[in-house]
Every structure is written in C-alpha cells, then in structure tokens.
C-alpha cells in the first residue's frame, strides 16, 4: 500500500511539471569584452545526465580565447568561468561534445599564421584538461570545426582551403581523442563548400554542409556506414533556385534530422528535412516558420523522438531566440516559443538535452556588450502527462502497478499502437494491437515509466505507470 501512495504522489507531482514551461533567462558571463557562441554548425552546449557544458571565445583577455562553463546541476547552478586556452593568438568557434565523463571541445586557432583545427579533451567531467592538439597543419586557413562522438570514437569536419577553395574535411579517432587518423577529404569540386555539420550514431556518421556547385548555395549530405574510414556519394537534398545555407544535422538511431535556413518564400524561414533510413533515403522539405522578419542559424538536438529547433528571428522587430519542438520524430511540430525578450539583439544559439531537460545557450546585448545567456526547460523533453486525454476512458491500462506483464484494452476495436518510454524519453517498448494485448515487460526494471496510446490520427491516452 504503501508503494502505490507512492507512486500516487508521484504521479500528481508529474501532472504538475509537465505543465511547466521555460525558466528565466541566466546570464552565464560578466566581463567588459565580448562573449561569443559558434554559428549553428557548432554547438555551444552538451550535456549528458546532470552535467551540461557551455563554450564561447572571449576577448576579455586581450585576444579571443576559449572559455567553458559548467553545472552539475541540470544547469540550476553553474561553476566559475574557465580559460581552456592560452596563447597569443586568437582561438575561435568552439564546438562540444560529451559522453558521461568525457568531454571533447574543438576549435579554430591561427598559432602559426593559418587558422587551423585544434582540440582538447576532459575524462574527469571538465575538472582536469589535456593540452591543446593541433589535429591539422598545413598553409592555408582551416575554419568552423564541427564535433560528434559515440563511445570512444570521435569524429571532426571542418571548412578547408588547403585546395584553393573551401572543401569540406574529416578526420577521426578511434581511441577517445588520444590518437587521430589521416585528414580526408569529402568534398571535390570548383565551387565553395562551407560549414559542415556532423552527427553520429553507431558507427554511422553524417555529415552536411552548403555548396556552389549548382551555381548557387544548396545543402549537401555524405555518410559513412563504417565510421568514417569510407564515405557515399555526395546527395543534394535542396532543390530551389534560393539561397539554402547553415545547416545542422542530429541523429537518433536511424532518424537523421537536418535544419537550415533558406530564403525560397522571399525571405529566410528555417526548414527541416529527415531520413528514417539512416540517411539513405530522404523525406520533403518541411517549412518551419512563417516569418516575415526572417528566421536564422537554426540549431537542433534529439533525444528518442523529441526533436528540438532553436533559432534566432526578426519578427518581432528585434533578433530574438525562438524554440519549437516534435514529439514524433518530426512528423509534426508544435507551434514557435520566443524565449527571450529584452531590447538588445540575442543571437547565435545553440540547443542541447539530456533526461526530461532542454538547454539553450546564445549571445545577447542586452548589458551592453555581448555575454553568453542560458535558458532551460525541464519538462520540454517528456511527454506532456494526460495532455491529450481525447479518449482516455476508451484505453485500461492494468494492473497498475505492474509486475512482469502489462495488459492494455482498448474497447473500440480499432489498430492503436501503445509506446513505453523511461524517463530519459527512450523507447523500450512499442506495439500495435486492435482491442486487448498482454505485453510481456520483464525485462523493465522497477521504477516508474512513461506510456502513450495513440491511433493513426490522435493520441488516445498518456500517463505514468510504475512496475512494482
């Protein structure tokens, strides 16, 4: 009895959260000189667990150096400033990327008169850093460095002019960072190729990036089914006599999300575009926004079938940063959220999540100079609790709580699908059924988990249930 009052209480609590919305604005830097987040190929901001990380260049020091910033805390507090670079040229445009305890951060740097990739790594969660490493030298400037890793393989792009242009190159690392192979090419050909954007999952790597080739700028896509040792054919996913630029790709499982901007409908709207087949085949261009301000530099991030979109927006007469999210792997979207709103413009952001909690960083200059800001949601990455209770009474769901069976009725007879997620938004079990089905769910631990019973249209009925 007592286990049930508990997870009564449990429950109303969680009625409650869901029905939060974004938190007050955290100004994560003070200093007199600017603080700068990357463009949206770049993410400014990891997390996993309760660790999050934030990275910018700063010129407080004299000359741009990089700086990170940490919380233990799912972002409610953060620690000191931290310089993670020194020298007397300028380092700029760090990207992160994190994995429990390790944390990986790249960056451009023109130590020896070239801007050139550099890199550093924490195995202790940001307490202690390696030294600098040059992952490139060579006599020509090397720029906007984009991160992803998966276990202990890391893999890096960035915009190359080693050719005479800019093409697009890749190196990768098999060991955590200690060691790196060859830099390789992805891109060949006589126009330009900028800002690449990379996401893995498994031993699946995809990279996108913007491109001249067709006489004007569209988004391109390459993959690697083998973690980077071999790479596919080149696939040109827009197709408009537009200016299509800035793209950012995530990745969960064989879900491949990209956002860009582009300015098809006379104006620049962010657009999304996704594969379910690991990036073998691809889906059509869906329009995001409808702003006649214009919308820009969109970042995305996933997590099990959440996806979420930062980016910033003039509609409001002022750049602002606007968020919008799908529950459903991007099949649809929720309307846009303004997240901030201050007379100064508000830049640049960067878009990040772990468990139930959303992270966004940007710069903003509101104080005068530009400082790097922080806002999250802790309820943007679950399911909303009885949000859409359209025909609840139609669905039982017993015992509740369970042990290693589940059964779920439905008594209008018709083809539903119920899906059970843990807390971080993971999908452990999904299935059809048409009136009644006894999942077995011996393999759930206790605790409390999270379902969601919907037909083709509309979702029938969502909530908690706990196995005892």
Known sequence: MKKKLLFTSIFFLGTLVSQAQW?????????????????????????????????????????YEIYYKRSTDAGLSWGADTRLTNNTSY??????????????????????????????????GGL?????????????????PSITLNGTAVHVVWEDERQGNSEIYYKGSTDGGLSWGADTRLTTDIADSWNPSVSVSGSVVHVVWYDNRDGNWEIYYKRSADGGVNWGADVRMTTNPSVSRYPCVTVSGSVVQVVWHDDRDGNYEIYYK?????????????????????????????????????WFDMRDGIYEIYYK????????????????????YSFYPSVAVSGPVVHV????????????????DTTANTIGINESPACENTIQIFPNPFLNRMTVNNSKNE??????????????????????????????????????????????????????
């Open 325 to 344: 999210r799908s529950v459903d792997d991007g099949i649809s979207w929720g309307t846009d959220t303004r997240l901030t709103n201050d007379s100064a």
């Open 23 to 63: 938190q007050p604005d955290v100004r994560l830097t003070n200093d007199p000189a600017p603080s700068n987040t990357s463009l949206n190929n770049a993410w400014c901001v990891a997390s996993s667990g309760d660790t999050v990380i934030a990275v910018w260049d700063d010129q407080r020091d004299g000359n």
């Open 415 to 468: 083809l539903c699908e119920i899906t059970i997620y843990d807390i971080t938004s993971r999908i452990l079990v999904h299935q059809k059924f048409t009136n009644t089905i006894t999942l077995n769910t011996s393999q759930l631990a206790n605790g409390i988990y999270i379902y969601e019973v919907r037909n083709k249209n509309t979702v029938l009925r969502k909530g908690k249930i706990a196995k005892d």
């Open 91 to 124: 380092s700029y445009d760090p990207c992160i990327a994190i994995s429990g305890l390790n944390i990986h951060v790249v960056w451009q740097n023109e130590q020896n008169g070239f801007y050139q990739i550099y890199y550093k790594h924490s195995t202790d």
């Open 274 to 310: 996704r594969s379910t087949d690991g990036g073998l085949t691809w889906g059509l261009d869906t329009r995001l926004t409808n702003s006649a301000g214009g919308s820009f530099f969109p970042s995305v991030a996933v997590s099990g079938s959440f996806v979420h979109v930062v």
């Open 361 to 376: 960083v940007w710069q903003d200059m509101r104080d005068g100079n530009y400082e790097i800001y922080y806002k999250r």
């Open 128 to 144: 202690n850093w390696s030294a600098d490493t040059s992952l490139t030298n060579v006599s020509a400037d090397l720029w906007n």
